[in-house]
């Protein structure tokens, strides 16, 4: 457990300092949501209609950003082969590393959310629907992203690659979170249903994906 | 004859040698009963002539999931049992799939265009298909991303068998999100809804069609074996050479000197 706990303190002391980037996540979620408006024009009542589609996608392009440095920077230290060879279990490390980079770089995405929603014109009950939506649905794109990150990690030079690998298996993670944000705003769907599915993803996506990618990692590695 | 003696690629080569003209005559035989009747077949009340696309378009769909579902099983074949046949299984299968997904996509879209009056609509089945193309073509990809074939064959796996996920959304999409595209007609409970004179037919046409996916994955299976040995026999080749230009440096020279002699 101790080392777990150390891997998590270790990994977002890491991801926080300079050259970590994690927050260079949010710079681009800021950037992608400012793009916008200049893409389908400065009407308010549009960019309001679309804005919980505008920062969900967001989202998801920041969160694919950062991903590949998820074992990437490991990896070319050597810490990657200490971690696969100490007596933690590959998958709980695993585990423990996408809960690390969720925390540095996913929940920084949801703080900005709110500020965000500002620029695009959504009322308090929108910005708090995707806020809640973001949180439920991150987790998910971390863990599933994860396996891309470690197919990545094998293949050496496979950064494209594994956006190609990763975007289809988000997208219903993507389906789901829109539509919750949607029906908080306008109905005629309840919250719940959908909200309930997309909290469902990310469980299961935190029991596959850490077994997926222990087993990519240590078939790859050999 | 078990899965285990299979494990033996010369063995496998030399059944599959006997096995490939006769599923190759059956599957040619079976298409061509199958295409018969589908042109004898009745045009629909509705949908008229344009019906017929169905006998094409119904076995492409169903062999771009069924084509899934065996890259699956040859997944966990490489994975759990480490046979060594399961990652050239997998490897052969994924480019006829895509292929099958393709075909599954366009004849849809033409199908489309008379009946719902569009090629394409952002529909559930219509969605979920694509992302399985798309997955086949990242999964290729993957595939020649990596020099080794082992080691790729199990990137390859982790990949398929989380893609397998989307097969059951793609059975059920429309059940589930009850959009444009028409619910399961024919593989349902309580027996088919298709009338006898079009069940006959597509029946025909899918049984075909899985015979050519048969055909072709063996055949692709013994292209990859055989492709696999020329690269290990260049290896050698290359280990062979350089290994004497290591052991004796001036042998250039002296089989020069000998040349001269």
């Known amino acids: ?222 | 004859m078990t899965l285990i003696d299979l494990a033996n690629p010369t063995r496998f080569l030399a059944l599959t040698a006997r096995l490939l003209p006769w599923l190759a005559g059956a599957t040619v035989i079976l298409l061509a009963i199958g295409l018969y009747q589908s042109a004898l077949a009745p045009d629909d009340y509705q949908q008229g002539a344009t019906v017929k696309i169905m006998f094409i378009h119904v076995p492409n769909a169903w062999l771009s999931m069924f084509v899934w579902g065996v890259m699956s099983i040859a997944s966990l074949g490489t994975l759990v049992w480490r046979h060594p046949l399961a990652d050239v299984a997998a490897k052969a299968a994924a480019p006829i799939g895509a292929s099958f997904t393709f075909l599954a996509l366009l004849t849809g879209s033409l199908w489309g265009r008379p009946m719902w009056g569009t090629y394409w609509e952002w529909d559930a089945r219509l969605t979920s298909v694509l992302i399985l193309f798309l997955m086949y073509l990242g999964l290729m990809a993957l595939w020649r991303a990596v020099d080794d074939p082992s080691r790729a064959a199990r990137a390859a796996a982790v990949l398929t068998l989380v893609g397998a996920i989307n097969l059951p959304i793609i059975k059920f999409s429309v059940d589930w999100w009850n959009t444009l595209h028409q619910p399961a007609s024919v593989m349902r409970m309580g027996g088919s809804t298709l009338d006898k004179s079009f069940l006959v037919p597509l029946l025909v046409m899918a049984v075909a069609f899985t015979l050519l996916f048969v055909t072709l994955h063996l055949a692709a299976m013994r292209n990859e074996i055989l492709r696999r040995r020329v690269r290990s026999l260049q290896m050698m080749q290359a280990s062979r050479i350089a290994f004497s230009n290591e052991l004796s440096p001036g042998s250039r020279e002296e089989n020069a000197s000998k040349g001269a002699a």
């Open chain 1, 1 to 222: 457990m101790t080392a777990l706990a150390a891997l998590i303190r270790r990994d977002i002391r890491i991801a926080l300092r300079v050259g970590g980037g994690a927050l260079i996540g949010v710079l681009f979620f800021l950037t992608v949501v400012v793009l916008m408006p200049f893409a389908v024009g400065p009407d308010l009542a549009l960019l309001s209609r679309l804005g919980p589609a505008i920062l969900w996608l967001g989202a998801l392009l920041a969160s694919l950003l950062t991903l590949d440095r998820l074992f990437m920077a490991d990896h070319e230290d050597g810490s990657l082969d200490l971690i696969t060879m100490s007596r933690t279990p590959l998958e709980l490390a695993c585990a423990a590393k996408a809960l690390a980079h969720w925390l540095a770089a996913g929940l920084p995405l949801i703080v900005a959310t709110p500020v965000l929603g500002l620029l695009l014109n959504l009322d308090m009950v929108a910005t708090g629907a995707v806020a809640l939506t973001l949180l439920a649905g991150t987790p998910a794109l971390t863990f599933t992203g994860m396996i891309g990150a470690a197919l990545a990690v094998t293949l050496h030079r496979g950064g494209l690659l594994m956006a190609v690998l990763v975007l289809p298996l988000s997208i219903p993670v993507l389906i789901f979170g829109v539509a919750a944000s949607q029906a908080a705003i306008v109905g005629p769907m309840t919250f719940g249903a959908p909200f309930s599915i997309l909290c469902a993803l990310s469980l299961v996506s935190l029991v596959i994906g850490p077994f997926a990618a222990a087993a990519s990692l240590r078939h790859g590695l050999d």
